[in-house]
C-alpha cells in the first residue's frame, strides 16, 4: 500500500438493522483494501439513493456487519488496475460499488467512469445512478418512443426528476405524481405535463382519472413505478392494453405478491427490472455512463441537488428521504 495513504478514515457503518440510530460515525475505519478487479478511489463527494435505506432497515440484506451503506461516489483515483488500462490514479472519477460512506472505497472497475471535463464532482454524482436508472428504464424496461403517453411515480424525486427530463427529451408526454403543490411544480419544469397531488383526499383514485381523462380512456403505455406498494394497483389500472408495468423500487413498502391472472385483462407487460442487470458488462457500463453524459452536456440538464449533509449528519440525511421531505438528489460531504 503507498505510504502517502492515512491508516484509519472516516465512515458510517451499520452493526444491525433498523432505523437511523443503527447510523454509526466512526473516524477510526481501517481503509478498504482493492481486491482483484477493484480499484481504490477517494471520495470527494458521495451520493444518498433510497435503496441505502433499505440495507439499513433490512429490507435487503447486508452480507455481513460491519457493513458500510452507499452506492455511489465521485472523487480521484487512488490505485489502477489492469481491468482499467487507460485510467491512471489521479483521473478524477465516479463510480456505483458499495461502501460509498466513506473517506475511501474500494469498487468494482467495472463501474468506475472518468468525468468528463464539463461535469463537476458533485454534478457526476448527483448523476450517475439515479440517471442510469432513469435512461435504462426508458431505453430497455420499456422503449419510450416520441408521442406516448407514460406515467410516472414520486417525479420530483431523484430517480423521478431524471425520468421526466429524459422524457421529454424522447418526445414522450408525461403524466407525474408527487405529494405536493411544490414538487409538481418540479416535476413540470423537468419536463412533465400532466400533474397529479397522489396524497390528496382522492388518493391514488386522482391517478387513475387523470390518466383516463388526458389518454382518451386508452390508458398509459408505461408506468415507471419506485414507489412500490402504495401506487401498484392504480399503476396496473392507469395502463394501456398491451401496456409496460416498470416496477423498480419500493419507497412505500414492497409490492405485496400478486396472482398473475391479474395481467390478462389488458395483456400487461410485468417488469422488475435492477440497473445492475442492464449493466452487467464494461461494454453496456461503458455504453449508458457515456450516453448519459453527451445527453447531459446537449440538453444542459438541471441536475438538482436536495441538500449536501456532512458524512456525520447522515441520520437527519436518512430522516429527511424517508420522511418525504425532500426532492432531487442528496449528497454526502466526506
Ligand atoms: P426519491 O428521491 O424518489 O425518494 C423517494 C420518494 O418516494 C419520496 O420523495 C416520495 O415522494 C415517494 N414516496 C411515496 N411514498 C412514500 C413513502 N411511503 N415513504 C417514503 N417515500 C415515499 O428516491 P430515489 O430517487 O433514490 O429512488 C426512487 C425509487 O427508485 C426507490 O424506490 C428506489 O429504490 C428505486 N430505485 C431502483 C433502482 C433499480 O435499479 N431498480 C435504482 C435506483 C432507484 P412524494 O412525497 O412525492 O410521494
Not at 54 to 69: D, E, Q
Not at 206 to 229: L, Y
Amino acid at each position: 500500500a503507498s505510504t502517502s495513504l492515512p491508516q484509519t478514515m472516516k465512515g458510517v457503518i451499520i452493526e444491525k438493522t433498523g432505523g437511523t440510530e443503527v447510523l454509526q460515525y466512526k473516524t477510526d475505519l481501517p481503509l478498504p483494501v482493492p481486491k482483484d478487479g477493484e480499484v481504490l478511489v477517494k471520495n470527494d463527494v458521495i451520493g444518498i439513493n433510497y435503496i441505502d435505506t433499505y440495507f439499513r432497515t433490512g429490507l435487503y440484506p447486508a452480507p455481513s456487519f460491519p457493513y458500510i451503506l452507499g452506492r455511489e461516489g465521485a472523487g480521484t483515483l487512488v490505485t489502477a488496475s489492469p481491468s482499467l488500462p487507460s485510467y491512471t490514479p489521479g483521473d478524477r472519477v465516479v463510480y456505483m460499488g458499495t461502501g460509498a460512506y466513506a473517506e475511501y472505497t474500494a469498487v468494482p472497475s467495472l463501474h468506475v467512469h472518468k468525468l468528463p471535463a464539463s461535469i463537476d464532482a458533485a454534478t457526476g454524482c448527483a448523476s450517475i445512478l439515479q440517471g442510469l436508472t432513469a435512461l435504462t428504464l426508458i431505453r430497455e424496461a420499456h422503449p419510450v418512443k416520441a408521442g406516448d403517453w407514460v406515467l410516472v411515480h414520486a417525479a420530483a424525486g431523484g430517480v423521478g426528476l431524471w425520468l421526466c427530463q429524459l422524457l421529454k427529451a424522447v418526445g414522450a408526454h408525461t403524466v407525474a405524481t408527487a405529494s405536493s403543490a411544490e414538487k409538481l411544480e418540479l416535476a413540470r419544469k423537468a419536463g412533465a405535463e400532466v400533474l397529479v397531488n397522489y396524497a390528496g383526499p382522492e388518493g391514488q383514485d386522482a391517478v387513475v382519472k387523470k390518466v383516463k381523462e388526458v389518454t382518451g380512456g386508452a390508458g398509459v403505455v408505461a408506468v415507471f413505478d419506485g414507489v412500490g406498494k402504495a401506487t401498484f394497483d392504480a399503476s396496473l389500472e392507469a395502463l394501456a392494453r398491451k401496456g409496460s408495468m416498470v416496477s423498480f423500487g419500493n419507497a412505500s413498502g414492497a409490492v405485496p405478491p400478486l396472482t398473475i391472472a391479474r395481467l390478462s385483462a389488458k395483456n400487461t407487460k410485468l417488469l422488475r427490472p435492477t440497473l445492475f442487470g442492464y449493466m452487467a458488462t464494461r461494454e453496456e457500463a461503458e455504453h449508458y455512463a457515456q450516453e448519459l453524459f453527451a445527453i447531459m452536456e446537449k440538453e444542459k440538464f438541471d441536475v438538482r441537488v436536495h441538500e449536501t449533509y456532512p458524512l456525520q449528519d447522515i441520520a437527519r440525511a436518512h430522516q429527511d428521504l424517508e420522511g418525504r421531505k425532500t426532492t432531487g438528489k442528496l449528497l454526502l460531504k466526506p
